[in-house]
């Protein structure tokens, strides 16, 4: 396997193109922006003019686009992989959707003779661009097989979390359910101790060698003593959209969540405040209430 496709050229599909071409694969893209079609053509990419072209020249493709309607379009839509992409090929979905939008479009793809790989990703911006990116994972262990080059090209960490089409994003919604928490409680802590006096990096010294400390934690906490809080590659209406599908899977079973209600309130204040901020931008909604920000 040669040829391998990337839909969306943001900041994720930008580190997974990256990272397939310096794997020694040729790599079709496409995205709506001119400037990250450059920036993949310099990186040695070949840009594709539809969806359609990508289709034809990849044996597998991944799509990295921000919500189900974009998946569905670029999958079924009339110039869709589905309809160009040669038999046998996989279709990898790397964007994070409804469980219930992935099982959709594993339906309407049978009979298509094309596999369908649903493996939400976890590691952000960072890790997209090293290739460490965890992969869950779900689809016929054969598909996954031997598409597993391909993924290994863009992933450190790959977790075969099932079989069918929605598995993988049932486990990214329990994974975002934790992380929406951690960065809340995160937030809230910072604020504290900015309006205690502390300085940030005592805090974060503190955090980062205690049983706290984690990635998610610290490079929150860090992003907000250096006061970054745009331009970081985790922008705020990501993670904004994850815990709407967390809760949406919540709803839909029947299980309360408090925490990751509480945090899908606090991001959708950060997003109405600073709708061009990255995460870390809640902070700064919460420091704004206190009069008092965190510095290092």
Not at 269 to 290: F, H, L, M, Q, T
Request: hydrophobic share 45%.
């Amino acid at each position: 396997m040669q040829r391998v496709g990337v839909v969306g050229l943001g900041d994720m599909g930008s580190g997974l193109a990256k990272n397939l071409i310096d794997n020694g694969f040729d790599t079709l893209g496409i995205d709506l922006s001119e400037a990250r079609m450059a920036a993949f053509a310099e990186m040695g990419g070949t840009p594709a003019s539809n969806v359609g072209e990508v289709g034809r020249g990849a044996e597998a493709v991944y799509v990295m686009v921000m919500n189900g309607a974009q998946a569905r379009s670029v999958i079924l839509g009339e110039d869709g992989l589905v309809a160009h992409m040669p038999k046998g090929g996989a279709v990898i979905l790397t964007a994070t959707i409804k469980p219930s939008e992935a099982r959709d479009l594993g339906a309407a793809m049978q009979g298509s003779e094309l596999h369908l790989i649903d493996s939400p990703v976890s590691g952000g911006y960072a890790g997209a661009q090293s290739g460490t990116l965890t992969m869950m994972a779900a689809g016929d262990d054969g598909v996954l097989d031997r598409y597993d080059p391909v993924m290994r090209a863009v992933s450190r960490t790959i977790h075969r979390v099932g079989r069918d089409a929605g598995d993988g994003q049932v486990v990214k919604a329990c994974l975002q359910s934790l992380i929406g928490a951690i960065f809340s409680a995160t937030f809230e802590a910072a604020a504290l101790a900015a309006k205690a006096g502390v300085k940030g990096e005592t805090l974060y010294n503190v955090f980062s060698t205690s049983g706290a400390g984690c990635g998610v934690s610290n490079t929150a906490l860090e992003n907000i003593i250096d006061r970054r809080f745009e331009g970081t590659g985790s922008h705020i209406a990501t993670m904004h959209k994850d815990l709407t599908i967390t809760l949406d899977l919540a709803e839909e079973l029947g299980v309360p969540m408090h925490m990751a209600s509480a945090a899908m309130q606090l991001f959708h204040a950060g997003k109405s405040k600073y709708p061009d901020g990255d995460n870390w931008a809640v902070a700064r909604v919460i420091e704004d209430i206190i009069g008092a920000e965190l510095h290092r």
